[in-house]
Every structure is written in C-alpha cells, then in structure tokens.
C-alpha cells in the first residue's frame, strides 16, 4: 500500500534536472554576472544564498502542511513526508547558516552577525534536530507520527515569533544590515539556481518519503489474511 | 417488543502493536445485566480487548459499540458509563488512598467506598506505603466510585488474598444486583466460571 | 477543573522537598554564572537579567521534567482520561501548576540576583509581572513537551533539546524587560517587549491546549 510509488524514476529525473539547472546557473553567476557594485565577488554567494532561502521555506512549509495533514488524516504517508521534510529542511538550513557566515566573514569580519534572518533559521534548524531526535526515540509508529507531527506544528508556529522578535532585539543595538537584494541585471542565475534548488530539494524529499514508506511498511505488519477487505 | 440495546456489539476487532496483530478478528455480542468471563493464556489479546472496549485505546480494524455508543465515535459517552480495572493502579504514589479517590467523588461517597474494600483505617496514608494486595483494593474501591452501568475487570484477583477473593466476588455480584454488566478477564476459570453467565476464550487473538 | 487543580496542588505540595532542591540548583547555577564572568561590578550588573532568566530556564528543565512522573507511574493519566476527565482540562491544570512553581522560583531567585550582582530595582511590580508572564510562556509548550517526551526514551535529554530553541523569543523578551527593569528603561522600550510575551503566551496557551489530547490519547 505505501512502497508501490506511481513514477518509480520521478525523484531521479527531478534530481538530474536540479543539478542541470545548478550547473547552468553558478556558472552564469560565477563566470559570466559581472560583480555587484559594493560588495564584490563576495557578493556572488548571494546566487546560491538567496535560491537556498527561498527553498528552505518552501521546505518548512511543505513539512508544516505534511504534519497537518498527518493529524487530520491519520494516514502514514503525510508521516513519512514530514520525516522527509524535518531531514531536507535541517540540511537546507544548515547550507543556510554555512553561507551566511561566509558570506560574513569577509564582509564584517565575523562569522555571525545576528541577522534576523540566518538567526531564525538557526533556531528552526535546532527545533527540526530536536524533532529528528525524537522521532528516534520513540518506538511505536502511531505513537511516532503523532508526536512528531505536533511537534513540527509548533515549531513552525514559533518561526515568525522568532524572526520579529531577534529583529526587534537587533533594532536596539543597530546591528549591520543584512545581504541587500540583488538588483535586475542578476536575474536569470538566480532563477536558474532557484529552480535548480527546488527540483533537487523536491528529488530529494521524494526519494526520502519513499524510503521512510518502505521502513514503515516493514514496521507495520500487514492486517491478518481475512480482513484485508475490511481496511479503507 | 422493542429490544434492549446489547451491552456489547463487536465485530472484527483487531489491533497490533507494531509488528504483532495482539488482537484479530474478535466479534461477540453481550445482553445487558450478565457477567462474562474471558479466558486465555498469557498473550492471548485479553488486555487488549478490555482496552478496547473500554476506549483506553483505539482498535485498528473493526467497530463496536458499548452500551450502544460506538467506540470510536462516543468515547466520551462510554468513559462516563464504563470502569475499567486495568493492571496498573491508575494511583498516584504520593497522595493518600482518601485524596486519590476524592479525585472521583466527595468525601463521604470516598469513605463509603473505603470502607467496603476494608482500607478505611489505611485512608490517610500514602499509596507509596501500600502493598500490592492493598493497592488493588484502593483500585477496587476506584471502580465502585464511578457506579459504572458496565464493568472491565482486567485479572481483578491477581496480588489479592483469600479475603481478598471473597471481596472480588461480592463486588461483582453487588454489581450485577445494581444491574451492571461486568466483563472480567481471568486465569481463575473454575472460580469464576461457577457465577458467569457467558464466557469467551481467546487464544493468539482470536476467539477460540 | 477544580479538582485537577487540587490534585496538583496536592501532587506538588506532597514533593516540596524538590523544590528546594530545584532552587538550591538554580542559586547555584547564578553563582556559578558570576565565575564566569569574574569580579567585573559593571559587566555583572548589565548582564543580570541575562543570568536570571538563564539560571531559571536550565531549572525549569528539572521541574518540568517531573511534571507527568506521577501521571506515568502507574498510569494514572490515563485513569484520569477514562473518567473521563477533559484532556484540555488536564493540560491546563498542569500547565497553571508548572507556571505557578516557576514563578515561586524565579520570585525566590530574584533576591539571590541582587546579591550577586548588585542588580537591585525599586520597580519591582514590573518585574513579578514579567517573570509571570515569562514563567507562562516557558511553560505552557514545557508542559506539552514534558507529556510527549513522558512517553518516549531518553526523557531527559530530549525536553531541553526541544523546547529551547522553541521559547528563544521567551527568553528574549523576558532578559530585555528586566534588564530595563534593573538599569533604566528611558525610552520606554518594555512595553514593546511585554507585548511580545503576552502574544507569545496568548498564542501558545491556546495551540498547545488544542494539540494536547493528540499527544496523550492512543
């Protein structure tokens, strides 16, 4: 029931798209952009930096919905694309953090400047490892998916409340402003890149649901021979 | 002539804890008023269904309903009508046997319930103090608070004495006086098979 | 309702011996806070309230992990679940019961604050206030997460693990409001911040209220 996926090479074609799509855009913005202004090549992180922000969102909202799902329906394949979701968004967010503070160093001279933003993110990586955490501990799948679905619900919750609150903290001290937006001539390798992002992150998460079904699957013996037709 | 509702319809239950279907395929029915003894080896699914029935947990195959209210549906309805006796104490260690049970009731209702299991002089000592048979008692007198119209007794002579014995069979006899239903789970199949009015065997989880 | 509140009260009341332990863990705790930053009058004084709510947050981790040993001792939760008694009547009398042994504690380690730090403050309402609204805020999702944890392995170190990221905002609403409080607050910048925890709390008194009864219900 769950370990017999529709489009068996989906993820692989979504994942080779991605890389197609990275490859194409880095070396439009690595080799071809001309530097920005003020900040110079430091500033042509902002190519992967930006597409990998706008992913992780799309990420965490995607597990948010999942956990949502998974309380509403009870159905273990939300639960396994939550388990998806917590992995793919704690690695984006870690990617996330890595950037930012090399973006910082050379720029401020620190590795962290308390950006609101990189800052939420910290925090929200903290929360999907702590998730992960207890979805290792805890034995029992129904008992498992419930827990971490609960747990991913006020998580993200806290996300906005995390952001205006660090951004209101770093007002008072009238910290440095964050990577400014990138201006209309560096367009196409930030596209690029983003979708780029967004089928390899998609890839990913595909193939990591499928894997959590099939572990599922075993965990979860199948009803006994004479009620198989009574199961929806 | 308009029939009374059954005090259980099941049908098909079943339930697995992981890997192990502890429960499959068990269907009976009870008429209201009667006592039921279900019987089986250890592991035989009989916790499980006493669980069930009594909305402790959820089946994962099947319906039922108690009393006429479906257990899925209505769970509240059955918690209000139904006790379940389980094998934990469902005590908290650090209050008295009074406090525990004035979690339920009043006090003099408490009391009087005290005093039936025959823990009064003990009601103002912790639960951590007692011993096994005592706490069973306690667990008893829990039960009897709730007045329930259909009764789960999960091995209710396990850890008791011979007195203790002959106050499991006056509660249950007193309970069906009252007009309750009462299901017990048990090794003792002679003794309580002598006052069953139905008996149900289950054995790997399902009705032998 | 009054009878859940009574049953922790009770509950509480009988285990008073681990409060003073707790408060015992969290002096020290401040203590050992002010070794960190050694002899410096100024630096302690600016960064008191940062230690205060520090040493409170890492004490709310025994406490709260306490909270639902009774309930899982002899499956009491559930007997209580059966009765039945409200799931949400349940989360909310624990949670009151948690807020309340919270904010005895910080109220106790408010004196030990001033001592070590010379950090004292004539405007002592604004800071009950505070330590109540932040107390409520830690432990309104401290209580949900010490019931899923209950049930999981490695209790003690999962809660910490999940519920301090989750209150940073707690923390640093609270640290920045009595900070004010202590050194001076000109521009009336508490305000802001004690809009924050009560918007944090109004949110998550009522979310976690929602969620509970998934959490404990099998």
């Known amino acids: ?232 | 002539m308009p029939m009374e509702p059954l005090a259980i319809d099941a049908s098909h239950l079943a339930r697995r804890y992981g890997r192990r279907w502890a429960l499959s395929d068990v269907s009976f029915q009870l008429a209201p008023g009667k006592i039921m003894m279900v019987a089986g080896r250890n592991g035989s699914g009989k916790t499980t269904l006493l669980r069930i029935l009594s909305t402790a947990i959820r089946a994962d195959i099947g319906h039922a309903t108690v009393g006429g209210h479906d257990i899925v549906k209505e769970r509240d309805a059955i918690r209000r009508a139904t006790a379940l006796l389980a094998h934990q104490s469902y005590l908290y260690e650090s209050l008295t046997a009074r406090e525990n049970l004035e979690i339920i009731s009043g006090a003099p209702a408490a009391s009087a319930a005290l005093e039936r299991v025959g823990l009064l002089d003990r009601a103002n000592d912790a639960v951590s103090t007692f011993s096994a048979g005592m706490r069973k008692r306690l667990s008893f007198a829990r039960v009897l608070l709730q007045k329930p119209s259909i009764a789960f007794l999960d091995e209710p002579f396990g850890q008791l004495d011979p007195e203790g014995f002959a106050l499991v069979e006056e509660v249950i006899a007193e309970l069906k006086r009252g007009g309750a239903t009462v299901i017990v789970a048990t090794h003792q199949v002679d003794r309580v098979g002598r006052f069953a009015d139905a008996q149900l065997a289950l054995e790997n989880g399902r009705v032998a | 309702m009054i009878a859940a509140l009574r049953k922790e009260f009770l509950l509480q009341w009988r285990t008073r011996a681990q409060a003073v332990a707790v408060f015992v863990f969290g002096a020290t705790s401040l203590l050992l806070f002010s070794f960190a930053i050694g002899p410096n009058a100024a630096a302690l004084r600016q960064h008191a309230a940062g230690f205060l709510w520090l040493g409170l947050l890492l004490s709310s981790t025994l406490t709260l992990s306490e909270s639902f040993h009774a309930e899982m001792e002899n499956r009491a939760l559930e007997g209580l679940l059966l009765l039945p008694v409200s799931p949400r009547v349940l989360y909310y009398g624990k949670a009151l019961a948690n807020t309340v042994q919270l904010m005895l504690l910080g109220i106790a380690l408010v004196p030990v604050m001033v001592v070590l730090y010379d950090a004292g403050t004539t405007r002592i309402p604004i800071v009950l206030l505070i330590i109540a609204l932040g107390t409520a805020g830690i432990s309104a999702p401290g209580t949900l997460y010490s019931a899923m944890t209950a049930q999981a392995r490695a209790k003690q170190t999962l809660l910490p693990l999940l519920l301090f990221p989750l209150i940073v905002p707690v923390l640093l609403a609270s640290v920045k409001a009595t900070s004010l409080a202590i050194l001076g607050d000109p521009m009336d910048q508490s305000s802001a911040w004690l809009a924050l925890l009560v918007a944090f709390d109004g949110i998550y008194w009522s979310l976690c209220g929602l969620l509970f009864d998934r959490v404990v219900e099998d």
């Open chain 1, 1 to 232: 029931m769950l370990a017999n996926p529709r489009f068996p090479k989906l993820p692989y074609a979504l994942m080779t798209l991605g890389v197609v799509c990275l490859l194409i855009g880095s070396y439009l913005g690595l080799f071809v952009a001309p530097p920005e202004h003020y900040m110079g090549e430091v500033q042509r992180i902002m190519y992967v930096h930006v597409p990998t922000a706008w992913n992780w969102m799309l990420a965490v909202l995607f597990t948010f919905g999942a956990a949502i799902a998974y309380l509403f329906t009870s159905d273990f394949k939300w639960d396994a694309r939550v388990e998806a979701g917590l992995e793919v968004g704690a690695l984006l967010g870690f990617l996330l953090c890595c950037q930012g503070a090399i973006w910082a160093k050379p720029t401020w001279g620190v590795w962290w400047d308390w950006d609101p933003r990189l800052t939420s993110t910290a925090v929200l990586l903290c929360s999907f490892a702590g998730i992960l955490a207890l979805r290792r501990f805890v034995d029992e799948p129904t008992k498992r998916a419930v827990l971490s679905s609960v747990a991913t619900i006020i998580a993200s919750v806290d996300l906005p409340i995390v952001y205006f609150s660090v951004r209101w903290w770093n007002s008072l001290h009238q910290m440095q402003s964050s990577p400014a937006t990138v201006s209309s001539q560096f367009h196409l390798p930030l596209r690029l890149n983003a979708f780029g992002i967004l089928f390899l992150m998609s890839g990913f998460i595909a193939l990591r649901a499928r894997i959590a079904s099939q572990r599922l699957s075993s965990e979860l013996a199948p009803p006994p021979q004479e009620l198989v037709g009574e199961l929806a």
